[in-house]
T-cell receptor
Framework: EAGVTQSPTHLIKTRGQQVTLRCSPISGHTSVYWYQQALGLGLQFLLWYDEGEERNRGNFPPRFSGRQFPNYSSELNVNALELEDSALYLC???????????FGQGTRLTVV | SQQGEEDPQALSIQEGENATMNCSYKTSINNLQWYRQNSGRGLVHLILIRSNEREKHSGRLRVTLDTSKKSSSLLITASRAADTASYFCATDQYGNNRLAFGKGNQVVVIP
């Protein structure tokens, strides 16, 4: 069974540009989470989608947004990129709320 | 506020020794989870312990949960070089739709 897949794996963008990151959850999983992990830091919670709806978002500016599609895949959009947005963006899925989360390998975003 | 704070931050041990990490949190939880991360890539789920459980085992891993002290510990017995990684605890917070991660513990197992 395929795990959580994220695309692309690496990305280089210029400050001010926009980026879209994609995540496909494990088949049957309805919850999708997004996290930002800056170099050497812990995971900062970005967004939680469940059953197609945004259930919670972390303390990030509105230029961070996303959505979950009817097939439970998800996109994370970041507008007006800033240098400090450079990080590893991790997506995870779980069967339902309150169960263990399975992570993808992440998208490493570099903003120059 | 930061939920899930592991202690100590870095641990270096000899292969075969045991490694213990602690995690504290501030609010009520539904469950607490431990994850491992190798080389800054995706996290691997290790174990989930529910709020009504006190201890759980999985192979060489032993997790305890003390909800009265709002703390958890992860014990890795008979460590191996392959256990070298960062270990994170995460809390599924009661009444809050998020899985909140701590800052992580770097464990280095010396062969």
């Amino acid at each position: 069974e395929a795990g959580v897949t994220q695309s692309p794996t690496h990305l280089i963008k210029t400050r001010g540009q926009q980026v879209t990151l994609r995540c496909s959850p494990i088949s049957g999983h309805t919850s999708v989470y997004w996290y930002q992990q800056a170099l050497g830091l812990g995971l900062q919670f970005l967004l939680w989608y469940d059953e197609g709806e945004e259930r919670n978002r972390g303390n990030f500016p509105p230029r961070f947004s996303g959505r979950q599609f009817p097939n439970y895949s998800s996109e994370l959009n970041v507008n007006a990129l800033e240098l400090e947005d450079s990080a590893l963006y991790l997506c995870a899925s779980s069967l339902t709320r309150r169960t263990e989360a399975f992570f993808g390998q992440g998208t490493r975003l570099t903003v120059v | 506020s930061q939920q899930g704070e592991e202690d100590p931050q870095a641990l270096s041990i000899q292969e075969g020794e045991n490694a213990t990490m602690n995690c504290s949190y501030k609010t009520s939880i539904n469950n607490l989870q431990w994850y491992r991360q190798n080389s800054g890539r995706g996290l691997v789920h290790l174990i989930l312990i529910r709020s009504n459980e006190r201890e759980k085992h999985s192979g060489r891993l032993r997790v305890t949960l003390d909800t009265s002290k709002k703390s958890s510990s992860l014990l890795i017995t008979a460590s191996r070089a392959a256990d070298t990684a960062s270990y994170f605890c995460a809390t599924d917070q009661y009444g809050n739709n998020r899985l909140a991660f701590g800052k992580g513990n770097q464990v280095v197992v010396i062969p």
